[in-house]
């Protein structure tokens, strides 16, 4: 990281994924996961263990941040986050206050996908539950927990053809650019905010995408 900054003019950002998942014994992490509880019909400790799961979780990336502060990082990127369901969603939330308040980097967060799962159902962020919140609602949380920038995502749908993806995908960031104060730099690679979901993207679709988001929807960055 050192190196890569040393060699760069343009701000380099460096960052990781806030992958509750690997918090599971399912994927070699410490507590049950919650799919095989609910599977059980506990319900209450599928909970539980989604909560202590999301606490490791963040003392881990603020331990993350605060190395890549003292390698002169620019910024931090909380990449792909809440893929899986709102107990991450609510992990990164809680890490982005600590992490701007406790070093001197940006913070940019980039979603998994267009929805909140509902994993918990029961977590809320400054009283406003987070299973089920679209991008614009993401975006206002991720202000108010002081991030830099946000990038929503809207899901390719396969069976949908690419102009169709497109006009969904900007209405949906139309609503995030008109709601989140904070610039909006939106996730679009394969299968997200109208890119097709294909192993190499086909560059005349992603170039028309990513040329209609800032003309059309007003983004920021990409």
């Given at each position: 990281?050192?190196?890569?900054?040393?060699?760069s003019?343009?701000?380099?950002f460096?960052?990781?994924?806030?992958?509750?998942?690997?918090?599971y014994?399912?994927?070699?992490?410490?507590?049950?996961?919650?799919?095989?509880?609910?599977?059980?019909?506990k319900?209450?400790e599928?909970?539980?263990?989604?909560?202590?799961?999301?606490?490791?979780?963040?003392?881990?990336?603020?331990?993350i941040?605060?190395?890549?502060?003292?390698?002169?990082?620019?910024g931090f990127?909380?990449?792909?986050?809440?893929a899986?369901?709102d107990?991450e969603?609510?992990?990164?939330?809680?890490?982005i206050?600590?992490?701007?308040?406790?070093?001197?980097?940006?913070?940019?967060?980039g979603m998994?996908?267009?929805?909140?799962?509902?994993?918990h159902?029961?977590?809320?962020?400054?009283?406003?539950?987070l299973a089920?919140l679209?991008?614009?609602?993401?975006?206002?949380l991720?202000?108010?927990?002081?991030?830099?920038?946000?990038g929503p995502?809207?899901?390719t749908?396969?069976t949908?053809?690419?102009p169709?993806?497109?006009?969904r995908?900007?209405?949906?960031?139309?609503a995030?650019?008109?709601?989140?104060?904070?610039p909006?730099?939106c996730?679009?690679g394969?299968g997200?905010?109208?890119?097709p979901?294909?192993?190499?993207?086909?560059?005349?679709?992603?170039?028309?995408?990513?040329?209609?988001?800032v003309?059309?929807?007003?983004?920021?960055?990409?």
């Amino acid at each position: 990281m050192e190196n890569a900054q040393m060699v760069s003019i343009i701000p380099l950002f460096y960052g990781a994924m806030p992958n509750l998942g690997s918090y599971y014994q399912s994927l070699g992490g410490p507590w049950p996961a919650p799919t095989e509880l609910l599977k059980q019909g506990k319900i209450k400790e599928s909970r539980e263990t989604q909560e202590r799961a999301a606490a490791d979780l963040e003392t881990d990336i603020i331990y993350i941040a605060k190395i890549m502060d003292q390698a002169g990082s620019d910024g931090f990127d909380f990449d792909t986050a809440g893929a899986y369901g709102d107990a991450e969603f609510y992990a990164t939330l809680r890490a982005i206050e600590q992490v701007k308040r406790e070093t001197n980097l940006a913070v940019e967060v980039g979603m998994a996908g267009e929805i909140i799962s509902g994993m918990h159902c029961e977590l809320d962020y400054q009283g406003t539950r987070l299973a089920g919140l679209w991008p614009h609602q993401q975006g206002k949380l991720i202000e108010k927990a002081g991030a830099s920038m946000y990038g929503p995502v809207v899901n390719t749908k396969t069976t949908k053809s690419f102009p169709w993806n497109l006009g969904r995908a900007l209405t949906f960031i139309k609503a995030v650019t008109k709601e989140v104060q904070i610039p909006i730099h939106c996730n679009m690679g394969m299968g997200v905010c109208g890119v097709p979901m294909s192993e190499t993207p086909p560059i005349d679709a992603v170039t028309r995408a990513a040329k209609a988001m800032v003309e059309i929807a007003d983004i920021d960055g990409v």
